[in-house]
């Protein structure tokens, strides 16, 4: 059991000792759950630092005072992340062995004890079969249960995986002076200190920064550094500059800020307490076998009760109509299914994960089948994360270098752009990757200069040695003010100096008087002005960021070798240059992603991009992957045909988009039923700015709407969505630990078109596990009526209880189980996913063609052969008919046959064991054939073949057990058997060829004529 | 459906032809049992136990003579009218004590019997009357003792008279107490028609007409007040007694009367 709380006692410099609880597990109520969901709405980032300062009683300069963050700190409690209450692992265990299909084996195993008692209170030499029966019901149940739960990896870890966000020790300024203290031990209104390689230790404000960056890809699964400073940029607490949150990163500089919200409160401690206290929704096919329960035990009770007033009508009396109606409901109760069902799903699991598909919870197998809406990340899962330039711009072109590199045109304006490209730039190739394609090199620098560099090497190749060729004298770092990096370079074979600029392209047009054009400069008039703006613009809306780039050869008298460059006090010239182009670059997808999103749409799956990133870049990606299609329209396709902003784009130009792209702000104001209505009316969405709540929100929205939902995600804050979705897919490669927790598979490969795979075996399993549940219930009912008959028409018994088991969890299971190797029928990519009411695992047709027709066939076979070998003996049906009560008599030893030969009662039951003996033969022959028919449920078998080796082995394999059962001495003893001749099989095979035939005939009218009879009511 | 009724059709059909071209079951019952023995029993077995009973009382309203009927008369009555239809139909069967003729079983008649085929077969008297039989069994014939060869394990008082007997063509009847105490309260024995069934009434041959053949043991002198313990067991060559569950050596029940 996890402990609930401890106490603990401050032993840090913090001073006066405090004693407080920590809360280590606590149980949320739903209301609290909601609060978490809510986004967070704050003020603390709006109001000024004076006001700051008065609503957490503090000083910004020498921090709270150690009494009073004492206090605070046992009043609030520490700053740390609770766990909600998680189902101990016993529950989940508990779960597995009693809920769902274990309870109906349960059921059956407590009545068939209460029948063997009730019949061992009337006669206590009742045999034991009774209570075999129970014995294996139990092993079952336990055998399947124990594996089940091994194979859930118990999601209690959650919590873990989220503390190890969060940094241990925080620097903190208390009564002036600095501290390290643990940063549990913080409390609101302290000041703390952070910087470059810190964790952030609690959501703060900055008050003060010294070129602050850091890294909210917890928050916003963007993994872009970003500018925090002390002025408040945006309203919402999300995008403004001046907090900081609890467990993200700071990359760069350093800073102060003033604790406003600790331990739950913060961001990452909703979305900890939202991730971790989710129940998730149930599974598909926990529902589908909480149905198909439903329909067995109705039709078992009907069955039971209505031979219950038979035999009470045929004057047995109370007790022995009690025991019959036992007999018959725990009949019913398919043994083996459980086990078929678990193995189908291992299987199904192992070949996935061969597939970089890793299963976490075999139900979530079929879920993924069933999925009718996916969820996507973009960053990452449809994206390589890699920026990469994807665009240049020189000499008035715009040319793709990413995907047509080789149609580069090579002229002077080219060489001009990529020598400063090579020249202004920081980043370098980390050593001893020669062998590494280009493009997977690791690198040192940002994200924007790396793909500049990595460009410059695919494209002109040996960056460094040109860069040391032309060394550098000086340079002006990038800053969020200037918007630009400069540095001067000495050319060595014209020895003169060459200045290269590169940023924001609006500055750097700004700065520039000429222009590189067609082999001369020439002077930027404002309409060159424009057309190159509109140039940025229209890289701007394919979703990519564009970098200018501008150089200026100094003169050799003005600045000549030696000459002290001085970047403090600038003593060159950072106007007036010649501007030589544009790069753009972006995340390019993945390159199969377009190719599974199409299967998507084929497969009738809708997909849906939910990010965190910025809406242009989100649809740009999405129309590259297919999200949306290409004639489908957004209002940005709109603005950026009419060029002009996004804001300003009209009702009725909105109202014609065909496709919508929602921001996190527009969701902000969107109600429940709005949300609602767009996702029912639009197929096309793309969510951009999303926060972890709002991917919550969308989650739950889709749900409600009836939608099968598979949410992919690699971020923290993707864990929440995760968790709800009926299935959530994690990244192997890239996701982080909390993700990989929340998430109920995970792509090794981190591939969206990996989830195509997922979803192909999904809809696959789920087609075959209706094969294997009518294979397992087909023998229930040769099973079933031996008994039936025993009473009513007062027959010996047919078959035993042993012999039943030897069915159901013997020779059934192989052939059953090898059903989850069975290849589509038809291209299963093609159709829609099911629809979850209509389309049910187990339904009232797959029902009565296995319990009415192929099972009453089965039945038919089993006593043909059964009354054959009974005949052999002497015993024809007219003299069995109405014999039970002296064929069971131990006492009458003379029981005349049809010759008038005379048996004692131990000659009888030994016949009797033939007879069980030719029975189980039957059906073991029977099933056979019902093999060869479950293989498809449409195609003709012949169309299917028999390149199923698995289940081809099992069937020789079901032939030798049954002959090792029936003609081993000792075991045939032990399964109350006797050997019967070896031809008595021979009756029962018209029978399974009849099945054969029977159902080649019903799949033939079910194919060709879809809306017949046959398909309306056998297709199952 | 229809072509499940014509294969159900075809099975009647099948076994309708069995039965009429097998005069005797297909598969031989013997080679079921491991020794091949027919089933023995005994009449009246009315009191069903694992250890048949037959108890009769002279005391209190259960009486035996206080009762209109006694059931184990009214059994005896009933079970032995067969062989009244068999004296009356005797152009069924044959006088196998001369001749067996070709389809007629041997006859056997409740006169045979002698004082256990009348009257109210010595049960007020207190010398009730056993009537041990064998169960039909297609096709088995006795292998019989000659004499020389009788086994170490026989008792010796059916030695005697196996030996002394001039037909020796039967299957041997013994009956005794279990255990010596037994044999002590059981006093004598007496058997009709033989102490044996005559050979000449195997095989059974699946004829309708077969009666079978009974030896009365008549116990003439029961401890009263006791519950005797009694076997009574079969014996040719080729009866085996390994188990006894099968009941096809012999039988055990328990008399008493007081």
């Not at chain 1, 000459?563 to 006090?569: A, L, M, P």
């Not at chain 1, 598979?710 to 995760?722: C, E, F, K």
């Not at chain 1, 209880?801 to 291209?827: F, H, N, Q, R």
Request: net charge neutral.
């Amino acid at each position: 059991m996890m402990r609930k709380s401890s106490i603990i006692r401050t032993s840090s410099e913090a001073g006066t000792s405090v004693t407080y609880i920590k809360t280590l597990v606590k149980t949320r109520t739903p209301t609290e759950l909601d609060q978490f969901k809510k986004e967070i709405s704050i003020d603390d980032h709006i109001i000024s630092l004076k006001k700051l300062q008065e609503r957490y009683n503090t000083d910004l300069q020498d921090g709270l005072s150690r009494v009073k963050a004492g206090e605070l700190l046992r009043l609030y409690g520490p700053n740390c992340l609770i766990s909600s209450a998680t189902k101990s692992r016993w529950l989940v265990l508990a779960e597995f062995l009693f809920g769902g299909f274990a309870a109906l084996l349960w059921v059956g195993a407590a009545l068939s004890t209460i029948g063997y008692l009730v019949s061992y209170y009337q006669d206590p030499r009742t045999p034991l079969d009774q209570l075999y029966l129970a014995g294996v019901l139990v092993a079952v149940i336990l055998i399947t249960g124990i594996f089940g739960y091994y194979q859930e990896a118990a999601n209690t870890s959650i919590m873990e995986s989220f503390k190890k966000l969060v940094p241990k020790f925080a620097t903190v300024i208390r009564e002036g002076n600095m501290l390290t203290i643990p940063a549990e031990e913080l409390v609101i209104g302290d000041v703390v200190e952070i910087q470059g390689g810190d964790c952030v230790p609690a959501d703060i404000r900055i008050i003060k920064s010294r070129s602050l960056k850091v890294d909210n890809s917890s928050i916003t699964g963007e993994s872009e550094m970003q500018p925090r400073s002390p002025e408040c940029t945006d309203t919402n607490p999300l995008e403004t500059q001046n907090l900081a949150f609890y467990s993200t990163n700071v990359i760069e500089g350093a800073g102060t800020g003033v604790v406003i919200a600790t331990g739950d409160n913060t961001l990452i401690g909703h979305i900890a307490g939202l991730t971790s206290g989710i129940e998730p929704e149930e599974m598909p096919i926990k529902k589908e076998l909480k149905y198909f329960i439903k329909l067995i035990t109705a039709l078992a009770i009907f069955i039971g009760a209505t031979f219950f007033v038979i035999s009470i009508a045929l004057g047995y009396d109370f007790f022995e109509s009690f025991i019959f109606l036992i007999a018959i409901i725990v009949a019913n109760v398919p043994e083996g299914l459980l086990v078929t069902l678990t193995a189908c799903l291992t299987l199904t699991a192992r070949r996935m994960s061969k597939k970089n598909c890793l299963v976490k919870n075999l139900q979530a197998i079929e879920t993924l089948g069933s999925t009718s809406v996916i969820c996507s990340d973009k960053t990452g899962t449809l994206t390589q994360n890699r920026m990469t330039v994807s665009h240049m711009f020189y000499n008035d072109t715009i040319v793709d270098v990413l995907d047509e590199s080789d149609k580069v045109n090579r002229n002077a304006e080219f060489k001009n752009l990529c020598r400063v490209g090579i020249l202004c730039n920081r980043a370098e190739f980390k050593p001893e990757q020669e062998k590494i394609p280009i493009l997977q090199r690791e690198v040192k620098g940002d994200a924007s200069e790396s793909a500049v560099l990595k460009c410059m090497e695919i494209l002109i190749g040996d960056v460094m040695t040109q860069r040391n060729q032309m060394t550098k004298i000086c340079e002006i770092p990038f800053n969020s003010t200037n918007k630009y990096q400069v540095s001067i370079h000495h050319l060595q074979n014209e020895n003169k100096h060459l200045l290269v600029m590169k940023g924001a392209p609006e500055r750097i047009i700004d700065r520039c008087t000429t222009y590189a054009l067609n082999g001369s400069d020439v002077n930027i008039s404002s309409e060159k002005k424009k057309a190159l703006q509109q140039a940025v613009s229209k890289l701007g809306y394919m979703g990519e960021r564009v970098l200018g780039f501008a150089d200026l050869m100094l003169s050799k008298d003005k600045f000549p070798v030696g000459f002290k460059f001085n970047t403090d006090k600038v003593n060159f010239p950072l106007e007036g240059l010649r501007f030589v182009g544009l790069m753009s670059m972006i995340d390019p997808p993945r390159p199969n992603v377009p190719n599974a999103v199409e299967k998507c749409r084929s497969a009738g799956i809708r997909v849906i991009m939910v990010t965190g990133d910025h809406p242009i870049t989100a649809v740009a990606i999405a129309k590259k992957v297919g999200i949306l299609s290409s004639e489908s329209e957004t209002i940005y396709d709109v603005a950026m045909k009419k060029s002009i902003s996004v804001s300003k784009v009209t009702a009725e130009d909105k109202a014609r988009c065909s496709a919508r792209v929602i921001t996190g702000a527009d969701l902000r104001e969107m109600s429940q039923s709005k949300l609602d209505s767009i996702l029912m009316t639009f197929w096309e969405i793309v969510f951009a700015r999303t926060s972890p709540q709002q991917k919550l929100k969308i989650v739950e929205s889709l749900q409600r709407l009836g939608y099968i939902v598979a949410v992919t995600g690699d971020g923290v804050n993707d864990s929440p969505a995760l968790k709800k979705a009926d299935i959530g897919v994690a990244m192997g490669i890239s996701g982080s630990d909390v993700s990989k927790e929340a998430a109920d598979m995970i792509l090794l490969d981190d591939n969206f078109a990996t989830i195509v795979t997922g979803i192909e075996e999904g809809r696959l399993i789920f087609d075959n596990l209706k094969k294997s549940i009518f294979y397992v219930l087909t023998s229930n009912v040769p099973e079933i009526i031996p008994f039936i008959l025993f009473v009513t028409i007062n027959i010996p018994q047919a078959l035993s209880v042993l012999a039943i088991l030897l069915v159901d969890v013997g020779t059934d299971l192989w052939p059953a189980i090898s059903l989850a190797y069975e290849k589509p029928e038809a291209d299963i990519m093609s159709r829609m996913p099911r629809d979850p009411q209509q389309d049910k695992l187990v339904n009232t047709r797959l029902m009565s063609l296995a319990y009415c027709q192929i099972g009453f066939i089965q039945t038919c076979a089993g006593y043909v052969t059964w009354f054959f070998v009974m005949a052999q003996h002497g015993f024809f049906y007219d003299r069995l008919i109405g014999i039970r009560k002296e064929w069971d008599d131990p006492f009458t030893n003379d029981l005349a046959d049809s010759y008038g030969q005379e048996w004692t009662y131990e000659e009888r039951k030994i016949l009797e064991r033939k007879g069980y003996a030719a029975y189980f033969l039957a059906i073991v022959v029977t099933q056979i054939c019902d093999a060869f028919i479950v293989k498809t449920r449409r195609l003709s078998v012949v169309q299917q073949g028999m390149s199923n080796w698995v289940l081809n082995t099992g069937i020789l394999f079901v032939i030798f057990v049954a002959g090792v059962i029936l003609y081993s001495p000792g075991v045939n003893q032990a399964m109350q058997f006797e050997r019967v001749e070896w031809y008595t099989f021979v009756p029962s095979l018209p029978f399974g060829l009849f099945i054969i035939i029977y159902d080649e005939y019903r799949r033939y009218f079910v194919r060709n004529y879809p809306n017949g009879w046959f398909a309306r009511e056998t297709y199952y | 459906m229809l072509m499940l009724g014509t294969f159900f059709l075809l099975m009647l059909g099948c076994t309708e032809y069995i039965r009429e071209n097998y005069k005797l079951p297909w598969i031989e019952k013997k080679s079921l049992i491991e020794e091949g023995n027919p089933g023995v029993g005994f009449i009246p077995n009315i009191i069903k136990t694992t250890s048949p009973l037959i108890w009769y009382t002279f005391k209190g309203p259960q009486a035996f003579d206080n009762m209109k009927y006694n059931p184990y008369v009214d059994y005896l009555n009933k079970y032995l009218k067969a062989y009244d239809e068999a004296e009356k139909n005797k152009h069924n069967y044959s006088n196998c004590e001369n001749s067996k003729e070709e389809d007629k079983p041997c006859i056997f008649l409740r006169k045979h019997l002698g004082p256990c085929g009348a009257g109210e077969f010595g049960y007020p008297d207190k010398k009730p009357c056993i009537y041990i039989k064998i169960n039909k069994l297609p096709e088995w014939v006795p292998e019989y003792y000659t004499g020389y060869d009788l086994p170490e394990e026989m008792p010796h008082s059916l030695k005697t008279a196996i030996k002394t007997d001039s037909n020796k063509k039967k299957l041997w009847v013994h009956c005794d107490g279990v255990y010596p105490p037994d044999s002590d309260h059981i006093g004598a024995l007496s058997y009709y028609p033989h102490r044996g069934i005559m050979g000449y009434y195997f095989p059974y041959d699946g004829n309708k007409h077969y009666i079978t053949p009974l030896v009365a043991v008549k116990v003439d002198n029961i401890k009263k007040g006791y519950a005797v313990n009694m076997r009574c067991s079969v014996w040719a060559k080729n009866i085996r007694y390994t188990d006894p569950r099968t009941h096809s050596a012999y039988i055990q029940m328990y008399l008493a009367m007081d």
